[in-house]
């Protein structure tokens, strides 16, 4: 199929649904990858197409692309599922952070206007739901550009920290805290905790140990269940040997009296990074290494002279993370329909969605306000270790 957008006709839209032949579009892929500014890694070849691999359903795929002389200028890498009614949704799925399409910056608006065209195309009467679009990302164009119905909700929280080195991380913090911090990074060095970057020939038995060193670091304190699965590690092993190679991602492990003692995963693009997973062995706990203060000043001094603007912590509210001072942004979700046919689901998504962030949140305020009752009611020491009881 192939579809030419009003007003662009050197641009010429098609829908790629077979397996090898997306496979096949990796180099031209990668070039479309580097020219659009708003790209993040999960939006890279290697990840898309080894996701595809590990979580694609045959005869579902619909990658729909946009060329310009034959040069690959814009792609939307979407799938067909059902749920239970016909919709376009990104490529992904929970394990992805960010989704977005791709737009060559050197033709942001005429690309736009063509992969419009092409994945309205491509929908025919399914909804098309695109989440956790990073804010200001390329998906952005194609709901501003979108002729149907159209609607936009927030989605998931991330938190953000500038790509600067350790000591300006440190000067977000309150003189205490900070002090703190550079107390047990002084501790972590006496200890002699090396840190190095894995080569690419050595990511597999790497990977290895990560996934090793995350299960044991949540063990009984409910791990990700889609982190034990064979195929996720089949997914990482596929996709994170090429990203090490082409500079998409960085793999570090540390090591304490010769043992890798944690080891963390982290994706780039060229203008963010972003710390994907860890994995840290209990003994470190037992020798009082903060992990993520560790893991922070790896970060900071991957960044330095990088480029990068923004080391992002990725989707989740985790305590631990507001340690820094964060930004906190919010994901997209835009929810857009071809026509009338496929109006009604687009707004049941949005009243469903709308309706259970109300009960979420209303239930988070039920718990808040039992556990201000209860620490209300209780004597000022129930609860607390010997410990941390005051002297008589």
């Known amino acids: 199929m192939t579809v030419t957008a009003p007003g662009t006709t050197a641009l010429v839209g098609e829908v790629c649904t077979d397996t090898g032949r997306f496979a096949g579009l990796a180099p031209e892929w990668r070039g479309l990858h580097g020219r659009c500014r708003t ?9 898309l197409h080894s996701w595809w691999t590990s979580y694609g359903v045959t005869g579902r795929l619909r990658v729909v692309l946009v060329r310009r002389g ?3 200028v814009a792609a939307a890498p ?56 990073r804010p200001g990302g ?24 500038p790509a600067a080195p350790m000591d300006a991380l440190l000067a977000r913090l309150a003189a205490k805290p900070a002090q703190r911090v550079r107390a047990k990074l002084r501790r972590i060095d006496t200890l002699g905790v090396d840190e190095r970057a894995v080569p690419p020939e050595e990511v597999p038995a790497a990977l290895d140990s990560l996934l090793t060193l995350h299960r044991l670091q949540w063990r009984g304190r409910g791990v990700t269940r889609e982190h034990l699965r064979p195929r996720f590690a089949e997914h990482l092993d596929r996709s994170v040997r090429l990203m090490v190679a082409q500079e998409e991602a960085v793999l570090t492990e540390f090591r304490l009296e010769g043992t890798v003692v944690a080891a963390e995963l982290t994706l780039q693009s060229p203008t963010l990074a972003g710390g994907y997973l860890y994995g840290a062995h209990p003994r470190l706990r037992e020798r009082k290494v903060d992990v993520a203060a560790m893991l922070m000043r790896a970060s900071a001094r991957r960044l330095d002279g990088s480029g990068r603007a923004v080391l992002s912590m990725l989707r989740g509210n985790e305590p631990y993370k507001h340690h820094w001072r964060p930004d906190t942004i919010r994901n997209q979700r835009f929810l857009l329909a071809r026509g009338t046919r496929a109006a009604p689901l687009l707004w049941w998504c949005t009243g469903y969605a ?14 808040a306000g039992r556990q201000t009752v209860a620490t209300s009611t209780s004597s000022p020491l129930e609860g607390r270790s010997p410990s941390e009881r005051p002297a008589k």
């Open 354 to 367: 709308r309706a259970r962030r109300r009960a979420v949140a209303y239930v988070r305020e039920l718990r």
């Open 138 to 161: 390329a998906a952005e164009l194609l709901h501003t550009q979108w002729p149907g119905i159209r609607a936009s909700l927030a989605d998931s929280a991330c938190l953000e920290l």
């Open 78 to 133: 979407l799938m067909l599922v059902f749920r239970p009614f016909r919709t376009l949704v990104p490529l992904g799925g929970p394990i992805t952070d960010f989704t977005d399409v791709l737009l060559d910056d050197s033709c942001r608006q005429e690309a736009a206007r063509a992969l419009v065209a092409a994945v309205r195309e491509a929908a025919g009467g399914a909804l098309v739901d695109l989440r956790e679009v």
């Open 70 to 72: 034959g040069e690959l």
């Open 39 to 47: 790209a993040t890694p999960f939006q890279s070849h290697a990840w």
